[in-house]
């Protein structure tokens, strides 16, 4: 997708979202419309094949049932751009704007790092691909390796595939919301870098994040988004 | 000769001679010369020796020394080794000296390094599966393909790395697919669902997979069978089944949305407590069906009418009406139940006995088993644990949704941040000797303290406990009486809730340097005045009550628990009205210093273990006990999670949730479970059961149902081996013994194994810290190496390689000096310094001129120095992008 195109989709999104603040609510009853057709039915043809619904249940750590859940509150974030059928495969991206937009994430300092991690455009823009990714990694299931080396690229701000110096400096800022002072900042971010730097290269790479996160039992639990 | 000293790099000071000792011991002298031939070559080697290192040996195998071959020079002599004994020792453990792996090709390939698995410890990564390594060493940045085309152009060699890299990487996809289709189905998908990759290739790699193996089964079609086809379906089948299955499994995980609204408001602390008791409401809702279903249903179909009138104060004192229901012991029978008159009959005796006993088997595996995972989870290296990295980067809890947790989160965490920084100055101040001795002193005198009040506690509990008893013997009225039962359930309840509020009030006076440490005591201090209550309550129980020929005392001591389950229940819920509610009143209204509650964990978690033990013992005297207790744990979440939403704020205090969670479930395991299998062993082997009531009534002790039973089997001959089983292995001290030893062994065994591994993770990590040494030093180099070569003049090949020869040299030597520098810290300043000096000559570098270097300096420095320098360039774009306001 060209990027003026999205643009435009972003634009168009949010004066729809602004002309229609209840949508949400109308994608609720959608989605229990679509429960109960479901139920009644018995098929979930309507959305997926089973072929495609399969692929999901391998690629990720969600049963059928999560993933059609995860379908509708992707949906909900945009019903008019998200066909109900996604079984001749769109190509449909939600712009950042309406994904950092979900309860889930819109209080999260890191929104935007998740977004752009996840996003194959980088731009945080979201296929329903990326966002089953998103969630699949952010579950319960998800290993502490899966689970390590997305958080090492939320942290990564610079892509540079290392955690240096400054990106710490700019996670600190999003941890206290600016409430510490520039030498304090930095205090932190040393200690931090002489602690976990194993080979001493004055940054941090994904072989010292790991293993920092096996001393730190509580990760599991805290890089975890309940959907 | 010139050559030996145009490799810069073989420089005798390259390697450390502390490079680890069982490095040395698996040097490879046979592969030397083939080594020091792939460390001059491009960088097909150093995927080669990459590959090797990842633990796939055989892709050397795949590239044979023809590589090699390809780039000799006409005059190159093998005589290294005998000219150069110092690099005897050069080889590290990979047998490969100069190809540093984390020093190839930066950045790209800094993603396939392939020690991601650190994390699982290098034992379980060589043991790790095949593909799994594959996969992982194919986790590259999801724009991975951008960076590769991201690199100028101009560098054309670094375009033809791309293009190796490209068919690398297709190989490498091949070898990966071909893995995956080699195992079972189900690691395969875990295999897959483990892929850092996008959804998109995840499903390419997943359908190639299928595909090759519709291939293979293709080619095994020819002859299929019945059988296999037949075999094929039943898996089939079972896999549908077990999807129809994870689904109800998830239906089953009732209260997601309130964890999640909790989760999202508190944070993973507080949830961790909701965690814990919808953990144990299964327990009990398990305990209850089997009980129910084994016990109360049979008894059900036989009993009569119950004549006793119902008046409510009955809910409270458990007594009267309840005397004659399937909820005590008492009332159920010790007769067989036959409905049918062919012989079918349900033995009471046994139904009762094996159902506990079972129950109580498949509690203790399963907290064996929980306890086991969390602690495999949460300990695994407790003594390194430090806290301010991992504090700073793992401590956001994602699970977080709601924007005003957020911000105190947020303000929090800078206030915890500031402390600590205070903290650094503080820890370096050193307590007296005098200090030290009142310190210990105050901490000696608090712990006689608290112990001499649990015993204290213990001791009127006694007393009252008899005294009330005798009470009771007395002709009363019923009224009186049930009464008079009530006294010591209130006794016992005030006394749980009001000493903890004291052992608070004693942290306070010792001041813990940590209050981590503060909350351990605290929490050892509560748990031992619980269990010791409990204690002398079951010392009372089986020593007082058992043996006081009264009609039924089994069922007495179920209305003792019972009592005892619901006072405390109604405690708890006066506990966070009177601790929460008004306490919040009081801090919002009165007195403003003192804000809103923060929601205790630690007590509440504490009362939860309290009620959980008393309910396992009742289990045994009142088959239903788990019933009330499911009712008082289900209003007990809703109670205290609208208390928490209405009345509490996110505790302030870091609070380790998982290793807080293991430590409690340790705590119910080992003084909670082990102290009720105890009681339970007495009462079976060694109490008589009541003459007129129960199912055991006439007999000298409960145990004798079952020898009775063993006995009525052994006159039959088909159930031979029930009664070989029993006199054998469960009925044989002889069995234990050798089980005790062999299990002893078995321990020790692994403990050794521990030590062992202990050792080398230590080794290990020394290495990774020499192994960082050795990257300073060669970047060190290279930044030197690249200063100084822009002075000598383009010329001929063999001149200018003769030339750089002395730079290179000048390098090296200036490397020696920096040597003596200490490193750590020096060593990264100094790595700092020389790179800020080759950074802005990165003009000078000019692709073609380097080209032209190719034959004399090594191209394995110059890849590397280029993408190095590329990362540096690039990292300071993004930072000045990042920093402009």
Redesign the interface.
């Known amino acids: 997708m060209l990027k003026e195109e999205r643009e435009f989709l972003a634009v168009f999104n949010f004066s729809y979202l602004n002309i229609q603040p209840s949508c949400k609510d109308k994608g609720k009853e959608q989605w229990d419309k679509n429960q109960d057709s479901e139920t009644e039915m018995g098929n979930k043809q309507t959305i997926f094949t089973p072929e495609q619904l399969d692929?999901?249940q391998?690629?990720?750590?969600f049963?059928?049932?999560?993933i059609l859940r995860l379908f509708y509150r992707y949906r909900d974030l945009a019903p008019q751009l998200v066909p109900l059928s996604y079984i001749n495969k769109p190509d449909v991206k939600l712009p950042y704007e309406l994904i950092g937009s979900m309860?889930?994430?819109?209080?999260?300092?890191?929104r935007q790092r998740i977004a752009e991690?996840f996003s194959?455009d980088?731009e945080g823009n979201m296929t329903l691909?990326?966002f089953?990714?998103m969630f699949?990694?952010?579950s319960e299931m998800a290993?502490?390796?899966?689970k390590?080396?997305?958080?090492f690229?939320i942290?990564d701000?610079?892509?540079?595939?290392?955690?240096?110096k400054?990106d710490?400096e700019?996670?600190?800022n999003k941890?206290?919301?600016n409430?510490?002072t520039p030498e304090?900042v930095s205090?932190?971010c040393d200690?931090?870098?002489?602690?976990?730097d194993?080979?001493?290269?004055?940054k941090l790479?994904?072989?010292d994040?790991?293993?920092?996160?096996?001393?730190?039992?509580?990760?599991?639990?805290?890089?975890?988004?309940?959907i | 000769m010139f050559y030996h000293d145009n490799e810069a790099f073989e420089n005798p000071d390259y390697h450390y001679s502390e490079t680890l000792e069982i490095d040395r011991s698996r040097e490879r002298n046979s592969s030397f010369h083939q080594n020091l031939h792939d460390s001059s070559l491009d960088d097909d080697s150093l995927y080669d020796s990459y590959e090797g290192r990842s633990g796939r040996g055989q892709r050397n195998q795949d590239y044979p020394l023809a590589i090699p071959m390809a780039s000799m020079q006409p005059g190159f002599q093998y005589s290294y080794s005998t000219s150069r004994s110092a690099m005897q020792h050069n080889t590290n453990p990979y047998g490969n000296p100069h190809t540093n792996p984390s020093f190839e090709y930066e950045p790209e390939l800094a993603y396939t390094s392939p020690s991601f698995h650190a994390a699982d410890g290098p034992y379980v990564r060589r043991s790790s599966d095949m593909s799994d390594g594959g996969s992982f060493s194919q986790r590259y940045n999801r724009r991975q393909a951008d960076l590769v085309y991201r690199m100028p152009s101009s560098l054309l060699r670094l375009d033809s790395n791309a293009e190796t890299y490209n068919e690398d990487k297709h190989k490498q996809e091949e070898k990966l697919i071909k893995n995956l289709a080699s195992m079972s189905s189900r690691e395969r998908i875990k295999a897959i669902q483990k892929t850092p990759k996008t959804m998109k290739e995840k499903r390419d790699i997943r359908n190639k997979v299928l595909m090759e193996k519709t291939k293979k089964s293709a080619s095994y079609h020819t002859q299929i069978n019945c059988c296999t086809q037949c075999l094929y379906k039943t898996a089939l089948s079972y896999q549908q089944f077990k999807n129809g299955l994870s689904e109800c499994w998830h239906l089953l995980q009732f209260w997601q949305k309130t964890l999640k609204v909790i989760g999202g408001k508190f944070g993973t602390s507080v949830l961790s407590y909701f965690v814990f008791l919808k953990w144990l409401l299964t327990f009990n809702i398990f305990s209850f069906l089997v009980n129910f279903s084994f016990i109360t249903i049979p008894q059900l179909i036989v009993s009569g009418p119950n004549n006793l009138s119902f008046n409510g104060l009955e809910l409270l004192s458990g007594a009267g009406y309840f005397k004659k229901t399937v909820l005590y012991y008492g009332f159920y029978t010790n007769s067989t139940i036959t409905k049918t008159e062919n012989n079918s009959s349900y033995n009471m005796r046994l139904a009762y006995i094996f159902t506990i006993g079972i129950y109580f088997i498949i509690c203790f595996f399963s907290l064996v088993y929980s306890m086991a995972k969390s602690f495999r989870k949460n300990f695994i290296n407790p003594h390194t644990y430090s806290g301010s990295a991992a504090k700073l980067l793992c401590i956001w809890d994602f699970n977080i949704t709601n924007e005003k947790a957020v911000k105190l989160k947020q303000s929090n965490l800078s206030t915890q941040i500031k402390e600590s920084l205070s903290e650094v100055t503080l820890e370096v101040l050193n307590l007296s000797l005098k200090q030290r001795i009142a310190r210990i002193a105050v901490h000696l005198v608090v712990w006689v303290a608290s112990l001499g009040i649990a015993a204290a506690c213990c001791a009127g509990v006694y007393f009252l406990s008899r005294n009330n008893l005798q009470f009771l013997e007395g002709k009363k009225s019923e009224l009186e009486n049930e009464a008079a039962t009530l006294v010591l359930p209130i006794v016992v309840s005030l006394l749980n809730l009001l000493v903890p509020f004291c052992f608070a009030l004693f942290g306070l006076l010792e001041k813990f340097q940590y209050p981590r440490h503060q909350l351990y005591v605290t929490v050892i201090r509560n748990i031992f005045l619980k269990i010791s209550i409990i204690g002398i309550l079951c010392y009372y129980w089986l020593n007082d009550v058992a043996t006081l020929e009264k009609e039924c005392w089994e069922s007495l001591v179920g209305q003792d628990i019972y009592r005892l389950i619901v006072i405390d229940f109604i405690f708890c819920l006066f506990g966070s009205f009177f601790g929460e509610f008004v306490r919040r009143i009081i801090g919002t209204k009165c007195c403003k210093k003192l804000g809103v509650p923060e929601f205790d964990i630690a007590r509440n978690v504490l009362d939860l273990i309290y009620t959980q033990t008393l309910a396992w013992i009742g289990i045994f005297f009142a088959p239903l006990m788990p019933a009330v207790q499911i009712i008082s744990f289900f209003i007990i979440f809703y109670v205290k999670k609208v208390s928490l939403m209405r009345n509490c704020q996110p505790p302030r205090k870091v609070w380790r949730a998982s290793q807080m969670t293991t430590l409690f479930i340790f705590l119910l395991f080992f003084p909670s479970f082990t102290g009720v299998l105890a009681v339970m062993a007495v009462t079976i082997w060694r109490r008589m059961p009541s003459n007129q009531c129960g199912p055991f009534q006439g007999l000298t002790s409960i145990i004798d149902a079952v020898s009775g039973w063993i006995h009525i089997l052994d006159s039959y001959s088909g159930s031979k081996w029930v009664v070989w089983i029993y006199r054998n292995l469960i009925g044989s001290v002889h069995f234990f013994f050798i089980l005790t030893v062999i299990v002893l062994m078995i321990t020790y065994l692994y403990w050794q194994i521990i030590e062992g591994r202990k050792i080398m993770v230590r080794l290990l990590h020394e290495q990774i810290i020499n192994e960082g040494k050795d990257k300073m030093f060669l970047l060190n180099k290279l930044s030197a190496l690249q200063t100084s070569k822009l002075g000598p003049p383009k010329g001929e090949q063999q001149e200018r390689s003769s030339s750089l020869y002395q730079p290179s040299r000048q390098a090296a030597l200036q490397m020696t000096a920096s040597l003596e520098r200490p490193f750590g810290r020096n060593g990264r300043d100094f790595y700092a310094e020389s790179f800020s000096a080759g950074i802005p000559e990165k003009t000078g570098l000019s692709p073609a001129d380097s080209e032209g270097h190719r034959p004399a300096i090594s191209e394995t420095l110059a890849l590397a120095l280029r993408a190095r320098q590329q990362a540096e360039w690039e990292m300071q774009d993004d930072d000045d992008k990042d920093f402009r306001p």
């Open positions: 692929a999901y391998d690629c990720t750590f049963t059928r049932k999560e309860a889930e994430l819109k209080d999260n300092p890191f991690v194959e980088g691909d990326d089953l990714d699949s990694v952010l290993p502490r390796d899966l390590a080396y997305y958080a690229k942290y701000f610079n892509n540079d595939d290392y955690i240096c400054s710490l700019k996670t600190v941890l206290t919301r409430e510490l304090e205090l932190v200690k931090v870098i002489d602690e976990a194993q080979d001493n290269d004055g790479s994904v072989e994040f790991q293993h920092m996160i096996v001393r730190a039992p509580d990760f599991l639990s805290t890089f975890h988004i309940r």
